[in-house]
């Protein structure tokens, strides 16, 4: 399998449910990314890493929590989600954070839905 | 604060029409990319550029970068039904590694 995999696609959560949302590249990449798009509004950066190493975290509140194991394998663990949460999720990869002129290379995103 | 501003949020045209979508700011950008995604897909990278003034041409589609680095346009030549989805353009603000996304532009070609 190449490219960039997010499981699940699909999510429907309560408000009080833990869940986790899993993203793996194939692709031999040092960067990975966390970002949320929501209806009219701009992607939404959340995390970086680089190498393993968090290198962005852009205010995002606690009850999203990143993990990242190794540099193929990226999660984003959900606890005590809100209905302004509801997003789309999107999972990226590239080469290198720190040259920024190589390009995203996403996953087809998990629609997540808080009820 | 968007620091992208894409216009027109939402276009339909006929088959066959000409189109131009529009990535502005009043930033520098060092660099500049643009995507497409299609429903229930991510993004996919289209072009990169990086110099002023920039012009790169990709079958139908022609993007260019402003000659001061702070806005872009996509122009596409006989649109079709394929050309369907959301334009996104990012730019990488000058002396920083943060890659802003403009909110998109939908483009819908009816057949």
């Known amino acids: 399998e190449t490219g960039v995999t997010q499981t699940p696609r699909h999510l429907v959560m309560g408000m009080t449910n833990k869940k986790s949302l899993k993203c793996e590249q194939h692709?031999?990449?040092?960067?990975m990314y966390w970002y949320k798009q929501s209806a009219k509004k701009p992607l939404e950066l959340m995390f970086v890493?680089?190498?393993?190493?968090?290198?962005e975290n852009n205010s995002v509140p606690s009850r999203f929590s990143p993990e990242c194991p190794n540099s193929s394998h990226l999660f984003l663990h959900l606890h005590t989600l809100q209905p302004e949460d509801s997003a789309l999720y999107l999972c990226?990869?590239?080469?290198?954070?720190?040259?920024?002129?190589?390009?995203?290379?996403f996953g087809n995103g998990t629609r997540l839905t808080v009820t | 604060t968007q620091l992208l501003e894409q216009s027109p949020q939402f276009l339909s045209i006929q088959e066959g029409e000409n189109l131009t979508v529009y990535c502005n700011s009043s930033?520098?950008?060092?660099?500049l990319q643009w995507y497409r995604q299609e429903p229930g897909e991510g993004p996919v990278l289209l072009v990169t550029?990086?110099?002023?003034?920039e012009v790169k041409k990709l079958k139908r589609l022609t993007f260019q970068f402003g000659d001061a680095r702070k806005d872009s346009s996509l122009h596409i030549t006989a649109a079709q039904p394929g050309d369907t989805g959301l334009y996104l353009c990012?730019?990488?603000?000058?002396?920083?590694?943060?890659?802003?996304f403009g909110s998109g532009t939908r483009l819908l070609v009816r057949p």
């Open positions: 692709l031999g990449h040092n960067a």
């Open positions: 890493y680089s190498l393993e190493e968090r290198v």
């Open positions: 990226a990869s590239s080469q290198d954070f720190y040259r920024m002129v190589s390009p995203l290379h």
């Open positions: 930033s520098v950008f060092s660099s």
């Open positions: 990012a730019g990488v603000v000058d002396s920083s590694y943060k890659l802003i």
């Open positions: 550029v990086v110099t002023g003034g």
